[in-house]
């Protein structure tokens, strides 16, 4: 059961997703909950207490994760359909402000969150191959680390402005993430596997 201090950490969470972390007031915060501020200090000592703890929330609790129960029981297939709908939900309702605030105003708590999901993300792309190779659904012969960890870079640093690896409009394109999908499929796929992604795969 949740308690009041994991309400106030995802409403927060959801906030600075949507309009970042600069933009988003206590006042805010409590007027989504219908609380007052002084119950929010009740719980955080002042905002950079709440982003801290919101973060190392966020950790222990990933806004996606291939061994939830929502997905762990699925095929590997399925699991990286459920994947690509997930991007497209984030595409559809994320605010760029919200890494740039997390970069510029909090770059040690920045760069923990960014390895840990980096180093996270890479773990469950690898157990998603090395399980789709047990279905028959993925070919034996491939390469698993250097899939994963290409992948997790790739989806992880894409909207990155240091190193450009997308153009902004092309992070915002769902038809790029769905043919980047197929390729993906394609690449890994035995033939089992290819003529069940393209049955499901929508």
Not at 93 to 103: F, G, H, Q, T
Not at 137 to 147: A, D, G, Q, T, Y
């Amino acid at each position: 059961m949740k308690n009041q201090r994991t309400d106030i950490i995802e409403v927060c969470w959801e906030l600075f997703f949507q309009f970042g972390i600069k933009s988003v007031s206590m006042d805010d915060i409590a007027s989504k909950l219908g609380i007052s501020k002084k119950t929010i200090y009740q719980h955080f000592k002042n905002k950079s207490d709440l982003v801290e703890q919101a973060l190392e929330w966020q950790i222990n609790h990933p806004r996606f994760s291939f061994q939830s129960e929502e997905v762990s029981h699925l095929n590997a297939i399925d699991q990286y359909i459920a994947f690509y709908k997930f991007v497209i939900s984030q595409i559809e309702n994320s605010c760029d402000s919200m890494r740039y605030d997390l970069r510029k105003y909090y770059p040690k708590l920045w760069h923990k969150f960014h390895r840990t999901n980096l180093s996270r993300f890479q773990t469950e792309l690898a157990q998603n191959l090395e399980q789709g190779i047990k279905e028959d659904l993925f070919r034996p012969e491939i390469n698993i680390e250097w899939i994963s960890k290409t992948m997790a870079r790739f989806y992880l640093n894409m909207a990155e402005t240091d190193n450009v690896i997308l153009e902004k409009e092309d992070i915002s394109n769902i038809e790029f993430h769905k043919e980047l999908g197929i390729y993906h499929l394609h690449g890994v796929c035995t033939n089992k596997g290819i003529e069940y992604f393209k049955n499901n795969f929508k």
